[in-house]
């Protein structure tokens, strides 16, 4: 269909398609497109976003589950390409998180870090600084580090509000605290460190797994590079509700 409309495609993994060139490995792929096509479930989604990390658009087909990041089903590409080719589109852009350990800054997450006990016989004290004064700690099972888009994610499940995806925010979501911490909404703007006191798993999307000392403060800020989509319709940051099923 792509190459009866005149366009070049470069494949992961290989397709062994006539005139369709293949990369050995996504990371390959950021120089050669400019329109990234996952055919996929959300996970593949936020799999590729990390490995690629940059602003080329993305139009995401749904073949998953309930496909809360995906704009189409297969059997409307042909009418979202032609749309794409006249310029009929959207662009919406998500912000992701950074988290640093010491030196190390690991790869963005566009739904959430999550911080949580490595053992369950030990729970940590965390401690939280807001970068502005404002410090806090709390004995808890552990935080979620939310973006607007993974509001509809992880920290759903604990009770945590829906954020408007266009919001430059975090949301920390406590998880098990002793006294019941809030959540707290807070710009972007400035960076949130936090620290535990025993050792901790460093969760990128529920799919990359990092271990963090005890005592060791994690530094999480907005990252530098937006997550790009393509999109038709109007329903916006709100999509999101919708494809959770809420009518």
Do not use: W
Request: glycine share 8%; aromatic share 8%.
């Amino acid at each position: 269909m792509l190459l009866n409309r005149g366009l070049s495609v470069t494949s992961f993994p290989n397709l062994h398609l006539k005139n369709v060139d293949h990369v050995p490995a996504v990371k390959e792929v950021g120089g050669k497109v400019d329109l990234i096509v996952t055919v996929s479930g959300d996970g593949t989604i936020l799999r590729m976003l990390r490995t690629l990390d940059n602003t080329i658009p993305c139009l995401c087909v749904n073949v998953g589950g309930r496909g809360i990041l995906a704009e189409i089903k297969p059997d409307q590409a042909r009418i979202a390409f032609d749309k794409i080719l006249k310029g009929d589109m959207m662009l919406e852009r998500r912000s992701r998180i950074t988290s640093k350990v010491k030196e190390t800054t690991l790869p963005p997450a566009l739904n959430e870090v999550h911080l949580v006990r490595q053992t369950v016989a030990h729970t940590p004290t965390f401690t939280i600084d807001f970068d502005s004064g404002a410090v806090f700690s709390q004995r808890m099972d552990g935080i979620l580090i939310t973006t607007p888009t993974g509001s509809t994610g992880h920290s759903y499940s604990y009770g945590a509000p829906f954020l408007e995806g266009s919001l430059d925010v975090f949301m920390i979501t406590p998880e098990g605290s002793i006294n019941r911490f809030p959540t707290v909404v807070k710009g972007s703007d400035s960076s949130v460190r936090i620290l535990g006191t025993f050792a901790l798993d460093l969760v990128i999307d529920g799919q990359d797994v990092f271990s963090v000392e005890g005592d060791t403060f994690v530094t999480f800020k907005k990252h530098e590079r937006d997550a790009v989509f393509v999109r038709f319709d109007s329903a916006g940051a709100f999509r999101q509700l919708k494809n959770l099923g809420f009518k």
